[in-house]
């Protein structure tokens, strides 16, 4: 069992790579590997997608790499292997990007990434810190993860999804965030699992043994 976390130059890899190998060594669920080789993603069990950034740096980044963009595509959209988008990496699973100009996401969930636009004055953007989880809808890779769960957010912009079924869990930050989503056998947190201690390592930990 291989587990994949693409490094296309897009954030510190570190602290993901290091929560994703110890709950894979705890779980029995395999090998964990940072690769910026479209080979490996090819041969991958589980694809991880992080990202710092702008929305639309990163997807230029992902695409600019020798057939990096398609082996993601290929591999999750026909070979069905489990994926999970951290961040911007959860954003880029987006149909449009709105943040400086409007980019072309993967188009895996029906909406859009928009700024956060809190009601109240006194919310500042980005919004940075911890938050509590509201568990939308139910799914494997939730399994143990409960409304009122802390999950650690560090971003501007967020996900409007268009079809309400793949919204599993927001936050309230003045308005409703996106924080996590999925369809199939794709899910994406817009919080860092990596940095949201027990609830985070639950997530990957779910992520590891899910079987689609």
């Known amino acids: 069992m291989l587990t994949v976390l693409i490094d296309y130059e897009s954030g510190n890899l570190h602290s993901a790579e290091k929560?994703?190998?110890r709950m894979a060594r705890e779980a029995g669920a395999g090998e964990v590997i940072?690769?910026?080789r479209a080979e490996d993603v090819a041969r991958?069990?589980?694809?991880?997608?992080?990202?710092?950034?702008?929305?639309?740096?990163?997807c230029d980044a992902l695409k600019g790499r020798e057939n990096l963009f398609e082996?993601?595509?290929?591999?999750?959209?026909h070979g069905g292997r489990p994926f999970m988008g951290i961040c911007v990496g959860m954003q880029m699973m987006a149909g449009i990007g709105r943040e400086y100009r409007d980019t072309e996401g993967?188009?895996?969930?029906e909406g859009e990434v928009v700024a956060i636009a809190p009601e109240d004055p006194a919310l500042k953007v980005p919004h940075m810190g911890w938050n509590d989880l509201v568990i939308d809808r139910p799914h494997p890779v939730l399994e143990g993860v409960a409304t009122g769960?802390?999950?650690y957010f560090?971003?501007?912009?967020?996900?409007?999804v268009t079809d309400p079924a793949t919204?599993?869990?927001?936050?309230?930050?003045?308005?409703?965030?996106?924080?996590?989503?999925?369809?199939?056998?794709?899910?994406?947190?817009?919080?860092?699992?990596?940095?949201?201690?027990?609830?985070g390592l639950r997530l990957i930990s779910n992520f590891l043994t899910w079987a689609p």
Do not use: N
């Open 19 to 21: 929560a994703f190998q």
């Open 154 to 160: 560090v971003h501007s912009y967020h996900m409007r």
């Open 106 to 109: 993967l188009g895996w969930i």
């Open 34 to 36: 940072v690769s910026d």
């Open 71 to 77: 082996a993601l595509k290929e591999a999750v959209e």
């Open 44 to 58: 991958a069990d589980r694809i991880v997608l992080p990202g710092d950034g702008a929305f639309p740096a990163c």
């Open 167 to 199: 919204l599993l869990a927001h936050a309230d930050y003045g308005q409703p965030i996106t924080a996590i989503v999925g369809r199939d056998t794709m899910i994406g947190t817009q919080f860092h699992p990596e940095k949201s201690q027990k609830t």
């Open 149 to 151: 769960d802390h999950a």
